[in-house]
């Protein structure tokens, strides 16, 4: 059975830094590209960062870009995002999600699979 679990999540001042996990299991991190994405408050999913299924290539979206970086440990089965300098319009809930296509979707159920999400709020 594919799982996706993310942790990581919390309350951060602006400015600060998280590191998200994505701890994964029943099924090779090899076989999909894995996303985060993230939901604000009464906004649609917004896609932040995809890794590829070899863990060469990484992309951005412009609003996060310079900040934040993904990353994953094979061995480990995990998908990492490294976020830092954290703004205020960053506080959402984060999900990782993998897909076997290269594909970016508006909707969590477009997705192979994804996880029940972490909250990320940036406050002061």
């Known amino acids: 059975q594919v799982q996706l679990v993310e942790s990581g999540g919390g309350l951060v001042q602006p400015g600060g830094s998280l590191r998200l996990s994505c701890t994964t299991s029943?099924?090779?991190?090899?076989?999909?590209?894995m996303f985060w994405v993230r939901q604000a408050p009464g906004k649609g999913l917004e896609w932040v960062s995809i890794i590829s299924k070899s863990g060469g290539d990484a992309a951005y979206a412009d609003s996060v870009k310079g900040r934040f970086t993904i990353s994953k440990d094979s061995a480990k089965k995990t998908v990492y995002l490294q976020m830092n300098s954290l703004k205020p319009e960053d506080t959402a809930v984060y999900y990782c999600?993998?897909?076997?296509?290269?594909?970016?979707?508006?909707?969590?159920?477009?997705?192979?699979?994804w996880g029940p999400g972490t909250q990320v709020t940036v406050s002061s």
């Open positions: 029943g099924f090779t991190l090899s076989s999909y590209w």
């Open positions: 999600a993998g897909r076997s296509t290269l594909r970016i979707s508006t909707s969590l159920r477009e997705y192979d699979s």
